[in-house]
Antibody, heavy 114, light 112 residues
Framework: EVQLVESGGGLVQPGGSLRLSCAASGFSFNTRWMRWVRQAPGKGLEWVAN????????YYLDSVKGRFTISRDNAKNSLYLQVNSLRAEDTAVYYCVKDGGSNWGQGTLVTVSS | DVVMTQSPLSLPVTLGQPASISCRSDHSLVNTDGDTYLNWFHQRPGQSPRRLIY???NRDSGVPDRFSGSGSGSDFTLKISRVEAEDVGVYYC?????????FGPGTKVDIK
């Protein structure tokens, strides 16, 4: 059974940083594209970043370029999202997603507020 | 960015009756491989989204056959043949043909 378990969210002040993690199991992690998708409270869904199987290709939403970094450790079956220079508008539940959305984690909430 | 629109945005339904949601994109979603990259997701309140349909009309594993997807190019439809109580929530179409991938605004389905 595919499992994706996010962690690392929390309350952070504007301008602060967090590192989100996603522990993957139940599939061959090193053969799949992985993504981060976010959902602001009461709002719709927004793709944030993609990373290919070996980490050599990365794509970002324009509004997070230069502030967020997606990475992976295939030896640890883990996906990461380093989020820096956080803004109020980054407040959202961040989901770890496999492939084109076939599996989602439960999400981790990032709240940016002073 | 590719803009996805959905209609209606709110859909009150009667149990046992059919329901239909429309999705349109402002770019073609046909890839050079011939496939069309349009997906449908369902999100129940307080839960993570679940993909129902990929590449227009392919049901994901475990998705009831009352759900069906159709369409081509930039015009798509999700149909529920007979709505059940568990089908309430928000339905999103999503394109993964062009980066950034984009979702529609969502259609909220509830029971009349």
């Amino acid at each position: 059974e595919v499992q994706l378990v996010e962690s690392g969210g929390g309350l952070v002040q504007p301008g602060g940083s967090l590192r989100l993690s996603c522990a993957a199991s139940g599939f061959s992690f090193n053969t799949r594209w992985m993504r981060w998708v976010r959902q602001a409270p009461g709002k719709g869904l927004e793709w944030v970043a993609n990373i290919n199987e070996d980490g050599s290709e990365k794509y970002y939403l324009d509004s997070v370029k230069g502030r967020f970094t997606i990475s992976r450790d295939n030896a640890k079956n883990s996906l990461y999202l380093q989020v820096n220079s956080l803004r109020a508008e980054d407040t959202a539940v961040y989901y770890c997603v496999k492939d084109g959305g076939s599996n989602w984690g439960q999400g981790t909430l990032v709240t940016v507020s002073s | 960015d590719v803009v996805m629109t959905q209609s209606p945005l709110s859909l009150p339904v009667t149990l046992g009756q059919p329901a239909s949601i429309s999705c349109r994109s402002d770019h073609s979603l046909v890839n050079t491989d011939g496939d069309t990259y349009l997906n449908w997701f369902h999100q129940r309140p307080g839960q993570s989204p679940r993909r129902l349909i990929y590449k227009v009309s392919n049901r994901d594993s475990g998705v009831p056959d009352r759900f069906s997807g159709s369409g081509s190019g930039s015009d798509f439809t999700l149909k529920i043949s007979r709505v059940e109580a568990e089908d309430v929530g928000v339905y999103y179409c999503m394109q993964d043909r062009h980066w950034p991938f984009t979702f529609g605004p969502g259609t909220k389905v509830d029971i009349k």
